[in-house]
T-cell receptor
Framework: GAVVSQHPSRVICKSGTSVKIECRSL??????MFWYRQFPKQSLMLMAT?????????EQGVEKDKFLINHASLTLSTLTVTSAHPEDSSFYIC?????????????FGPGTRLTVT | QKEVEQNSGPLSVPEGAIASLNCTYS??????FFWYRQYSGKSPELIMF????GDKEDGRFTAQLNKASQYVSLLIRDSQPSDSATYLC??????????FGAGTRLFVKA
């Protein structure tokens, strides 16, 4: 299957600071990338969908000014958590999707565990 | 509202048995269906996808799709303790729009 990387895998930051998470598709061009958040023992929650070169589409209830998404190329999307607070502590996972198979399957990165102190 | 429903479990099966995971979806126009496995503390991993009615086999895994009943299932033959994980059903409802179920926890007892 396709390989998606995410960096960093783990980050601890102080309340009020910003954190940038990178998501890269390593062996295919991702038309669309997705950002999810997952709290312990809960299901995936889609935050936003991003397409290369255009603005991200945010899900209802997700603050677009707090979670900045940039999809600069077909292989790179970034999520910046601005002015992070302890309640933003979570597991952030990106996924990338291509159309090669026609099924629109998503390949997930390994995730970034964010802890805000 | 388009939905994907799964029994949360846990589903407990003995080692060597067949584990059967089920999923129903509400959007009759859905075209492709996916099963992901997620180990605790890790991200989801694609196991297989299916978009035609019937069965699709890949090793010990078989996906079954019945569009008339809006039902998709995953069978795991010869279950192993390493199969213990949460299994997510996902349904593509058009374009890049995919809805994930909340997942079923599977526990395979050695």
């Amino acid at each position: 299957g396709a390989v998606v990387s995410q960096h960093p895998s783990r980050v601890i930051c102080k309340s009020g600071t910003s954190v940038k998470i990178e998501c890269r598709s390593l062996d295919f061009q991702a038309t669309t990338m997705f950002w999810y958040r997952q709290f312990p023992k809960q299901s995936l929650m889609l935050m936003a969908t991003s397409n290369e070169g255009s603005k991200a589409t945010y899900e209802q209830g997700v603050e677009k000014d707090k979670f900045l998404i940039n999809h600069a190329s077909l292989t790179l999307s970034t999520l910046t958590v601005t002015s992070a607070h302890p309640e933003d502590s979570s597991f952030y996972i990106c996924s990338a999707s291509g159309m090669a198979s026609g099924a629109y399957e998503q390949y997930f990165g390994p995730g970034t565990r964010l802890t805000v102190t | 509202q388009k939905e994907v429903e799964q029994n949360s479990g846990p589903l407990s099966v003995p080692e060597g048995a067949i584990a059967s995971l089920n999923c129903t979806y509400s959007d009759r126009g859905s075209q492709s269906f996916f099963w992901y496995r997620q180990y605790s503390g890790k991200s989801p991993e694609l196991i297989m996808f299916i978009y035609s009615n019937g069965d699709k086999e890949d090793g010990r895994f078989t996906a079954q799709l019945n569009k008339a009943s809006q039902y998709v299932s995953l069978l795991i033959r010869d279950s192993q303790p390493s199969d213990s994980a949460t299994y997510l059903c996902a349904v593509n409802t058009g374009g890049f729009k995919t809805i994930f179920g909340a997942g079923t926890r599977l526990f395979v007892k050695a």
